[in-house]
């Protein structure tokens, strides 16, 4: 069990670039999050997978935002035409169902900063 | 709507001593469920304990466990015998309706700093 992985672990960007973020899920992990926390707050939900589709999307998720997971496996988070507002830190949880409780694994997170 | 609220921004315990991290919640539903997330340096959000709502006693994981007290929307996490490894950043969250595949509501959390 190597974890949740994500790639990169920082990204210097400039406004209006496009960023991708990548996200490898523990691999019998069915269900996919992306999450995003600013300083100070905790994290707020983006997005959910259940193997390839997406199924949830919160009101955070802005056009500029598009999240895939082509194949049930990894995931990518896609900013286009960034905003000094998107700076945050992204994290990616996999989950599975033990007994009543989801589980929720984390990875370490990319933190975006936005020049 | 719901809402995790985490009163404590800071706490400071000594090594071996035992803390308690307030968390109240808000919801209209009858089921849900309940998280400790403890968040290091390092970013990464470690899962420590979760409490269903129909849960009729307290959840508890080793040195952690859940003061549940549902009358009073409370989720407090005491951890007991401190150690200088449990200084962090720790989450409580809250899912809705006991489901999987629901957003987890997380608090603004509380830095715990543990000293020798």
């Known amino acids: 069990d190597t974890g949740v992985s994500q790639d990169p672990r920082h990204k210097i960007t400039k406004r209006g670039q496009n960023v991708t973020f990548r996200c490898d899920p523990i691999s019998e992990h069915n269900r996919l999050y992306w999450y995003r926390q600013t300083l100070g707050q905790g994290p707020e939900f983006l997005t959910y997978?259940?193997?390839?589709?997406?199924?949830?999307k919160s009101r955070l998720l802005s056009d500029r935002f598009s999240a895939e997971r082509p194949k049930g496996s990894f995931s990518t988070l896609e900013i286009q035409r960034t905003e000094q507002g998107d700076s945050a830190m992204y994290l990616c949880?996999?989950?599975?169902?033990?007994?009543?409780?989801?589980?929720?694994?984390f990875g370490s997170g990319t933190q975006l900063s936005v020049l | 709507a719901q809402k995790i609220t985490q009163t404590q921004p800071g706490m400071f315990v000594q090594e071996k001593e035992a803390v308690t991290l307030d968390c109240t919640y808000d919801?209209?539903?009858?089921?849900?469920?309940l998280f400790w997330y403890k968040q290091p340096s390092s970013g990464e959000m470690i899962f420590l304990i979760y409490q269903g709502s129909y849960d009729e006693q307290n959840a508890t994981e080793g040195r952690y466990s859940l003061n549940f007290q549902k009358a009073r929307k409370s989720a407090n996490l005491v951890i007991s015998a401190s150690q200088l490894g449990d200084s962090a950043m720790y989450f409580c969250?809250?899912?809705?309706?006991?489901?999987?595949?629901?957003?987890?509501?997380f608090g603004k959390g509380t830095t715990l700093s543990v000293s020798s």
């Open positions: 969250a809250m899912s809705e309706a006991n489901q999987a595949g629901t957003a987890l509501i």
């Open positions: 949880a996999s989950s599975f169902v033990q007994g009543a409780a989801e589980k929720l694994f």
């Open positions: 997978f259940q193997n390839e589709a997406q199924l949830e």
């Open positions: 919801t209209s539903d009858q089921s849900y469920g």
